[in-house]
């Protein structure tokens, strides 16, 4: 009787799962809207005054969204001026939606991968997951993989598509 060989843990093949990139923090939104007068007009002395009487501790261990959901022209330094606060209280943003929150989070660990792991290596893309993971990671994954793998394939390492391979 011979012994049972796992053939995929013994291969080459680096798996890369996005869903581990996924930091399990609150997202909370930061709405602008709440400060324009009658959802229109942001008043300058009366939005500095607002929030400083904000208690930004509370966003402390939160990743937050800095937006504004009225159809309302907003100055850009308003929302940088969120951000300011902010940064004080060490609170990780972005100015932008909880889209945008996710596609910086994504990015921010993508571009901490160590690339020399993935030369001349066959690589799959792990497909499923239990946290959401934006079509956004997928394409930059990729992007930045592509040029040290030998080859490139998306799914289970036991059922794969092929993405890349690359010339010989």
């Not at 609150?26 to 904000?54: A, M, P, T």
């Not at 929150?101 to 799959?124: G, H, M, T």
């Not at 592509?146 to 998306?154: E, L, V």
Request: with cysteine; net charge negative.
């Amino acid at each position: 009787m011979s012994e049972i060989i796992n053939r995929v843990a013994s291969s080459p093949i680096i798996t890369i799962d996005l869903e581990t990139f996924f930091r399990t923090e609150e997202r909370v939104g930061f709405d602008l809207r709440e400060f324009l007068f009658q959802e229109l007009v942001l008043r300058e002395k009366e939005f500095r005054s607002d929030l400083i009487k904000i208690d930004w501790d509370w966003y402390k261990g939160k990743l937050v969204a800095i937006f504004c959901s009225a159809d309302a022209i907003v100055p850009n330094w308003a929302f940088m001026l969120v951000g300011t606060y902010l940064s004080k209280a060490g609170v990780e943003f972005v100015i932008g939606g909880l889209d945008a929150l996710e596609q910086y989070l994504f990015e921010k660990a993508i571009s901490e991968i160590d690339l020399r792991e993935y030369e001349n290596r066959p690589v799959v893309i792990k497909g499923c997951s239990k946290y959401p993971v934006p079509l956004y990671a997928y394409g930059r994954i990729m992007a930045k993989i592509q040029p040290y793998a030998k080859s490139i394939m998306y799914g289970e390492p036991c059922s794969t598509v092929p993405l890349y391979k690359a010339p010989k």
